[in-house]
């Protein structure tokens, strides 16, 4: 699995509308996942076109609220695969 960097640069602190695009983009291609589906991982989204709107860049600046859901549902991914490569029950 390809080493990432985390989107926040300090802790407690998000980045920039343009830095959490490219960080969705980088992710969704390291991960081999669509938008849609990590927009489907987001508990009560009801707005299945957010992902990629961030990553195409149309979203420009996304809440503190989406950015963290996002994040943690691209991770929460990343750590199922991370899982499955090395054959960890999930």
Request: glycine fraction near 8%; hydrophobic fraction near 35%; avoid cysteine.
């Amino acid at each position: 699995m390809a080493k990432h960097s985390t989107p926040f640069p300090e802790e407690g602190k998000f980045p920039s509308g343009e830095e959490f695009s490219a960080y969705v983009k980088r992710s969704l291609k390291e991960l081999g996942i669509s938008a849609y589906k990590v927009a489907q991982l987001i508990p009560g989204n009801t707005n299945n076109n957010i992902v990629r709107e961030i990553a195409t860049g149309a979203q420009v600046n996304p809440t503190a609220r989406t950015m963290k859901q996002i994040f943690d549902a691209i991770e929460g991914v990343r750590r199922q695969q991370a899982a499955k490569d090395t054959g960890a029950p999930e």
